[in-house]
């Protein structure tokens, strides 16, 4: 049997299922509610108000007096009946801040960009090296690995010889040579320390030094 929600303070209505999760309703009535856990019941900040009707919840996160009032974390409560439910004011504000459209948009440019933020000297521990390898022959009858750390060297007579520990890279390296014509990239991680030699992670064929991306992600907690 359907139920019917409203949303206090923007008089915000939704009919749901019985037994809908409370927070389900909200995002699907495009209100706001704050859920950081991602509706885990872990954080404890999705608390609102029953003002009317019947739920089924968990005190988890709550005082006791605060449960006495009527307020749930809108995560763990379940509709039971035709309800009326209050947003606290600052995470109504919150919501509005977030639907609210930008008066007007600048575009930025290259150079005010770099107005903004400065230049930055940019030194990532990755590298890469285009290398040109000789092919194998009567006279050279190296092994793959072997010629591919020799040409890594060349021209670097005291660099040290790079460490590798890819099994994966190991087995195609035959394929990837012979198919790229003996012109590969070697992509290189610095090591920690200034002792430390450099480790090959990967090899590709053909020139793709200009084509060196970093991938950032920023796993957030909150208590």
């Known amino acids: 049997m359907s139920k019917k929600i409203t949303f206090l303070p923007d008089k915000t209505t939704i009919t749901v299922d019985d037994g809908e999760n409370l927070l389900t309703a909200a995002a699907s009535a495009g209100v706001y509610i704050h859920a950081f856990c991602g509706g885990e019941g872990v954080c404890g ?11 089924s919840s968990e005190r988890a996160h709550l005082k006791a007096a605060e449960y006495e009032h009527g307020v749930r974390l809108a995560c763990q409560t379940a509709v039971l009946s035709d309800l009326v439910v209050e947003i606290p004011e600052a995470m109504d ?6 639907k609210r459209k930008p008066k007007t948009t600048r575009a930025i440019s290259a ?40 040409g890594i060297r060349k021209g670097c007579f005291e660099c040290k010889e790079p460490t590798y520990d890819h099994p994966e890279m190991l087995r195609e390296l035959p394929f990837i040579l012979r198919e790229a014509n003996w ?27 200009d084509r060196l991306y970093g991938l950032a992600v920023d796993i957030g907690t909150t208590t």
């Open 183 to 209: 012109e590969i990239t070697a992509i290189l991680l610095r090591g920690k320390r200034e002792e430390e030699p450099d480790r090959i992670i990967a090899v590709e064929p053909g020139n793709t030094t």
């Open 111 to 150: 150079r005010s960009l770099e107005a903004l933020i400065g230049k930055w000297d940019v030194d990532p521990p990755v590298e890469k090296r285009f290398i040109k390898l000789d092919p194998p022959s009567m006279e050279d009858n190296a092994p793959d690995l072997q010629r591919l750390l020799r």
């Open 45 to 55: 900040k999705c608390k609102v108000k029953i003002k009317e009707g019947q739920v």
């Open 93 to 98: 504000k919150d919501g509005r801040a977030l």
